[in-house]
């Protein structure tokens, strides 16, 4: 190949002469915006946005440098094998709280530390905040009181007032909600998560987009903020407290020293999506199928959106799924039900994982919180986790203002977070996690079974995690199922 590159400018009309191998030009992802822009512009179509990733064809690529000139941020580099190593620059920002992630935990936590006169900075590693969005979008109507927030049409897009339950044979129980504080809805998490960034920053946060925290700061056993890339940059954040908001990629707390690791056995892979052209299904209510081979140690879901949308996904055990993927399992349903499906196509693809594992050991140490997803705090039975996520925000806001006011934020002092959320909420989450335990037992003979004796009363017992109604039942119906559930289900708290 001829490394010299000798070719007309398009832009300026005069002889270009370079003697880079193509080989030198280079995209900084961590500044690429994914706008398309340098495509557009290349003479030689050496340039192909593939979704979220930018590639350059160095075979067909001349080194015209239209790109570089183009690119609104400074992405593309020509030739930069031949200048010295790039020295990052390094900033140092102090605020009083820096929370890695703007999801719904780390939005809802900036929001009440700031409403408390808290300095605090929001980091966040997308270019855009819920995008691209990895749920099915179903959360109880009632948490948004819980966390003073005003349900708004652009976002609560629709109500949902049952549920129902399809056994492997396909026989199915109905569960209603009998207020409309108990009913759940859909939202549209995109605008959802957006709002509640807006609520934080109306408050008083800062938030960075585009910025990755790379790793705490820590000194012995004491954290003091993080370091984040932004757009190429290095900064460093000293804070008093870091909270980690980041999602089941958790890796800030990891960064800490502590134990994050989600097993395979108890982190379930999801597919799923978004459909439009849904018909012969009852819009009122969400769907779930049970059974080995429709959702191998997990459910299938369908989640009306109204207007004929809907989410529909699988979250499944790897282990159990005999090597097919949560894709597989959802387009063989899709396939099987033509009488749902028929016409329907999708508008959006999301996978993403969530763990069911127990909820972390610790929540906080010296300077640090973890709230959220980062700390594992899911209902293991749903895999729903957005109301928990928020409920967590808005404890760690509450604990870590009062820690600042003593000028405490020790270990001791940010675990009060972790004391309250286990009075709170810790028994709850651990009948549950016995919940999916013995569901994780039950043969498709089981699930069939138990569909025809359930009532609905039984259903909201169990979801609540009361157990008795549910023991005694079984002992009466299904003996051989009873002394199981015994097993599993009877414990003290
Ligand atoms: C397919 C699927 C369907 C689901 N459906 C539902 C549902 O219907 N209802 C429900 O309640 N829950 C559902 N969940 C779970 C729910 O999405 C999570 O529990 C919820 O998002 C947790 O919120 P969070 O704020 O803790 O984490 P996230 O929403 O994951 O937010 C973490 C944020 O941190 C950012 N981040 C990560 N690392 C860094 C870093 N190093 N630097 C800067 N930023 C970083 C991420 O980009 C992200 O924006 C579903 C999950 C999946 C995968
Ligand atoms: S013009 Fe710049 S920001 Fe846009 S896609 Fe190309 S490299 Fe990325
Ligand atoms: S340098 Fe020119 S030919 Fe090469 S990718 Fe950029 S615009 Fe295309």
């Known amino acids: 190949m001829d490394n010299t590159n000798s070719r007309f400018c398009l832009i300026c009309d005069e002889l270009e002469q370079e003697s880079h191998l193509a080989e030198d030009i280079r995209i900084d992802r961590e500044k690429c915006c994914n706008c398309g822009g340098c495509v557009g512009v290349c003479p030689d179509d050496a340039l192909v946005l593939m979704d979220t990733e930018l590639k350059v064809n160095i075979e067909k690529c001349t080194l015209c440098r239209h790109c570089l000139l183009f690119c609104p941020v400074e992405a593309i580099e020509i030739g930069a094998g031949d200048s010295p190593p790039h020295q990052p620059e390094t900033d140092i920002i102090h605020t009083d709280v820096v929370v890695v992630g703007a999801g719904p935990a780390g939005s809802i936590c900036a929001k009440y530390l700031a409403q408390s006169g808290v300095d605090v900075l929001v980091v966040e590693k997308k270019q855009e905040i819920g995008v691209p969005k990895r749920c099915a979008e179903a959360v109880d109507f009632s948490v948004f009181q819980k966390v003073a927030i005003e349900p708004h049409p652009l976002w609560m897009i629709h109500r949902l007032y049952k549920a129902i339950l399809h056994a492997p044979n396909e026989n199915c129980v109905k569960f209603g909600a009998l207020t409309q504080m108990e009913s759940g809805c859909i939202i549209e998490r995109k605008v959802f998560e957006k709002h509640l960034a807006k609520d934080a920053i109306c408050a008083g946060a800062r938030y960075w987009l585009k910025t990755t925290a790379l790793r705490v700061l820590k000194e012995k056993d004491d954290v003091y903020g993080v370091v984040v890339g932004h757009m190429g940059v290095e900064k460093t954040i000293m804070a008093q407290i870091t909270v980690a908001a980041d999602g089941v990629d958790s890796k800030i707390a990891k960064s800490a020293g502590m134990d994050t690791i989600n097993p395979l056995n108890s982190y379930m892979s999801c597919f799923q999506y978004e459909m439009a052209g849904l018909s012969n299904i009852d819009e009122e209510a969400i769907h779930l199928y049970y059974g080995s081979t429709i959702a191998p140690g997990g459910y299938l879901w369908i989640f009306p959106k109204g207007n004929s949308l809907a989410n529909v996904g699988v979250g499944i055990n790897v282990l159990k799924s005999q090597d097919k993927s949560a894709k597989h399992h959802l387009d063989s349903f899709i396939g099987n039900h033509p009488i749902i499906f028929k016409g329907a196509s999708p508008v959006e693809i999301n996978s ?76 709850q989450l651990k009948r549950m996690h016995r919940l999916k335990k013995f569901m994780g037992n039950l043969s498709d003979d089981d699930f069939n079974r138990l569909a025809d004796i359930l009532s609905s009363r039984n259903l909201q017992d169990l979801a609540e995690g009361r157990f008795s109604g549910f023991v005694k039942l079984l002992l009466k119906k299904m003996p051989s199922l009873a002394k199981f559930a015994v097993k599993f289900l009877k414990s003290n708290s």
């Open 352 to 427: 993403g994982g969530v763990p069911v594992h127990q909820t972390l050991e610790t929540l906080a140490c010296n300077g640090l919180m973890i709230i959220g997803d980062a700390a594992q705090l899911v209902n293991p039975v749903t895999g729903g986790g957005i109301d928990l996520a928020m409920l967590s925000g808005k404890l760690a806001a509450e604990v870590a203002v009062d820690s600042l006011h003593k000028n405490d934020v020790s270990k001791k002092s940010l675990s009060t977070y972790q004391n309250r959320w286990e009075l709170l909420f810790g028994k």
